[in-house]
Structures are given as structure tokens and as C-alpha cells.
């Protein structure tokens, strides 16, 4: 057991040094250096007051390290006539079908209806991790009942891949496009992403496509949109290469500015929340160092060919220069903390 986990046991057990920051910073820690000894010291945690909101972040690691065991634990324990006990949140839904915990399909696919955006979500993140099998009619007609509005249970599209039908794809991306609300959209960008190499080019241009708003941050769709870019591994020089490309030819300064917010807000994801809840998902092998060199490195020493000098260069309002200048900048200086982390890891790492 890590010396995190007894932290944490620790921290619950005093409510006077409880903290949420540091709760949360424990949770992740474990997730990506635990194992399976510590999944039920924090299971034990967890089932002592499901209610308490922070107690939800131990899920995470819980169901990044668990076994078929801890499903069977989960779903005696939290749920009773095959649905949720009143006092457990709804992060349960997603993190039985994280551990393919294949007995769950019936239940999550009874949730995925919910007139309830939370039980919903949580219950279409645990779906796609299943088989489905038997049951992929059904989810097709599910997404046929949102089809064409503007407000729906917003990851229900998620589960297009698990149909296996591929005319499905421009079904979505005309939805997206067209209909359905930039604060609903995440599910339908992610479902693209789902299917594939296939979507690669067609999610490219959702990302620069101003009608899906890929930076916005409503329901997360900036989020999503990230997990999608990465799944399909599409890095952070492949995007910039392409902005460089649109700026060699004629071009309107608003699909510049757009271009820039979304590559802006990608990159925070990637330095903020970077952690796909999609068991799995891929992920592109691009460091922090890499995107560093990529974006802010000069090609010569007179030449200032990098995301910098490209706004100094291509956006002339000076209140919007300032504006992009400052965001990019900022970027940079949270990159620069980034790789003195992952520098730290990977050495700590080799001398333990």
C-alpha cells in the first residue's frame, strides 16, 4: 500500500485536516503509481460515507487498479434490485463498466435512458467499456430518439461505435454540425473520435469547425474534444503545422482567432486534466518537452517561426495581439513547470 493511500485513511479518519486539494492530488497520485493493494483500503474508505462528495474522487484509482473482485464488491455494495442505493453517486454507473464488469450491461443500459444528465453520462462512460453484444439495436435506436435535437442525454451518442454501423458517422457529424447545442455536444464529438482512424480527417475539421465550439467549456466539450484529438492521435505539432499552413494562404482573421483559442484550450487540457477516463482509449506519445520545442522554438536565431511570433505576425488588432499573446505566454510558462515535473518522475523513477 502507498504511503498516499495511508494518507488519505488518515485524512478521512481526522476531519480536522481534511482537504479537498490535497484529497484530490492523493487520488490522482495513486491512480497512475498504485496498485491493487490499494484498491480495497480505499473501497473500505469510499463505503464509509458515499455521500461525501470528496470520497468520490477515490473511485478513480479504484477503478484504474481493480479486479473482477472489486466489481463484485461494488455492485453487492452499492446496488440493490439492480439500481443504484439512494446515497451512492452516480460515478458507480461508469466505474463498473471501467473494470468490464460485463453483468452490469442491463443496469447501465436502463441508466443511459435516465431523464437525468448525471446518471446518464456516467452510465454511457461505463457502457462502451462492454461487449454490448445483443443489445446494439437498442442502443441505436436510443441514439435515433436524439437524433436531430438540439438538447439530449448528451453521451448517449458515445455508444455510435458499439452499433458497428458506420453511417452513423455523418449522421453525427451533420447533427453536430447543424442542431445539436454547443453546451450538448461532447458526446457527439467523442462518438466520432470512437470510430477510428477512419474519422481521423473528418475530426480535424470538427476541431477547427467554429460551429462546434471544440474551446468551449460549458459541459466540457473542450475536455472531450481533447480525449478525442488524443484517441486519434493527433498531436499538438500536427495541429500548429496546420495553422501554419492556413496563414501562408488568404485567410479570415476570425478563423484565425478560433484556430488559436482551440489549440489554446487543448494545450490546458493537456496540462490540467489529462487523464482519459476511457480505459481503452489512446493517447499520443507527445511530451511536454515535445510540444514545447514544437510550438515555441525558433527555427533559426532571426527568425521567430513559433506560436509567438505567428500571432505577433498574423493578428493586427492590437487589443486581440495582446490578448493571444498573454494567453500563449502563460501556456508556456505552465509547459516549462510541466517538464521540470515529468523530468522529476522519470528520474525518481530510474533510481527507485
Known amino acids: 500500500?502507498?504511503?498516499?493511500?495511508?494518507?488519505?485513511?488518515?485524512?478521512?479518519?481526522?476531519?480536522?485536516?481534511?482537504?479537498?486539494?490535497?484529497?484530490?492530488?492523493?487520488?490522482?497520485?495513486?491512480?497512475?503509481?498504485?496498485?491493487?493493494?490499494?484498491?480495497?483500503?480505499?473501497?473500505?474508505?469510499?463505503?464509509?460515507?458515499?455521500?461525501?462528495?470528496?470520497?468520490?474522487?477515490?473511485?478513480d484509482p479504484i477503478r484504474v487498479h481493480g479486479n473482477q473482485e472489486t466489481a463484485d464488491r461494488i455492485y453487492r455494495e452499492c446496488f440493490e434490485h439492480k439500481k443504484l442505493k439512494k446515497n451512492m453517486p452516480e460515478e458507480i454507473l461508469s466505474c463498473l463498466g471501467y473494470?468490464?464488469?460485463?453483468?452490469?450491461?442491463?443496469?447501465?443500459?436502463?441508466?443511459?435512458?435516465?431523464?437525468?444528465?448525471?446518471?446518464?453520462?456516467?452510465?454511457?462512460?461505463?457502457l462502451v467499456h462492454l461487449s454490448c453484444q445483443g443489445i446494439?439495436?437498442?442502443?441505436?435506436?436510443?441514439?435515433?430518439?436524439?437524433?436531430?435535437?438540439?438538447?439530449?442525454?448528451?453521451?448517449?451518442?458515445?455508444?455510435?461505435?458499439?452499433?458497428?454501423?458506420?453511417?452513423?458517422?455523418?449522421?453525427?457529424?451533420?447533427?453536430?454540425?447543424?442542431?445539436?447545442?454547443?453546451d450538448c455536444n461532447a458526446g457527439i464529438l467523442f462518438g466520432i473520435a470512437?470510430?477510428?482512424?477512419?474519422?481521423?480527417?473528418?475530426?480535424?475539421?470538427?476541431?477547427?469547425?467554429?460551429?462546434?465550439?471544440?474551446?468551449?467549456?460549458?459541459t466540457g466539450t473542450r475536455r472531450w474534444a481533447y480525449f478525442g484529438m488524443q484517441h486519434l492521435q493527433i498531436s499538438f505539432g500536427e495541429l500548429f503545422e496546420e495553422i501554419k499552413e492556413m496563414v501562408r494562404h488568404p485567410y479570415e482573421t476570425a478563423?484565425?482567432?478560433?484556430?488559436?483559442?482551440?489549440?489554446?484550450?487543448?494545450?490546458?487540457?493537456?496540462?490540467?486534466?489529462?487523464?482519459?477516463?476511457?480505459?481503452f482509449a489512446r493517447i499520443t506519445s507527445e511530451s511536454y518537452a515535445d510540444i514545447y520545442r514544437v510550438l515555441f522554438s525558433w527555427s533559426t536565431p532571426y527568425q521567430d517561426d513559433s506560436i509567438i511570433g505567428l500571432v505577433g505576425e498574423n493578428i493586427s488588432d492590437a487589443e486581440d495581439k495582446e490578448r493571444h499573446l498573454s494567453m500563449f505566454y502563460a501556456v508556456r510558462s505552465l509547459l516549462e513547470a510541466k517538464i521540470e515535473q515529468e523530468l522529476t518522475e522519470r528520474f525518481i523513477v530510474t533510481v527507485c
Open 194 to 218: 470512437l470510430y477510428g482512424e477512419k474519422t481521423r480527417e473528418l475530426y480535424k475539421k470538427i476541431l477547427w469547425d467554429e460551429r462546434w465550439e471544440a474551446d468551449g467549456s460549458a
Open 255 to 279: 478563423d484565425l482567432r478560433h484556430r488559436l483559442f482551440v489549440l489554446h484550450a487543448l494545450l490546458e487540457c493537456k496540462i490540467f486534466d489529462n487523464h482519459i477516463p476511457i480505459k
Open 99 to 126: 473494470l468490464e464488469y460485463e453483468q452490469s450491461q442491463p443496469i447501465l443500459l436502463n441508466y443511459i435512458k435516465e431523464n437525468d444528465w448525471h446518471l446518464s453520462t456516467e452510465a454511457c462512460l461505463g
Open 1 to 59: 500500500m502507498l504511503a498516499a493511500t495511508q494518507m488519505l485513511i488518515r485524512m478521512f479518519k481526522s476531519e480536522e485536516s481534511r482537504s479537498t486539494p490535497v484529497a484530490l492530488a492523493a487520488a490522482r497520485f495513486i491512480r497512475k503509481h498504485g496498485s491493487i493493494e490499494d484498491v480495497n483500503p480505499l473501497l473500505d474508505l469510499f463505503l464509509e460515507d458515499p455521500t461525501d462528495f470528496d470520497r468520490r474522487h477515490l473511485l
Open 136 to 182: 446494439e439495436e437498442e442502443i441505436y435506436q436510443e441514439i435515433q430518439s436524439c437524433m436531430g435535437k438540439p438538447l439530449f442525454n448528451e453521451f448517449v451518442p458515445v455508444l455510435s461505435c458499439k452499433t458497428k454501423r458506420e453511417d452513423l458517422i455523418d449522421q453525427l457529424y451533420h447533427w453536430g454540425s447543424t442542431i445539436a447545442s454547443v
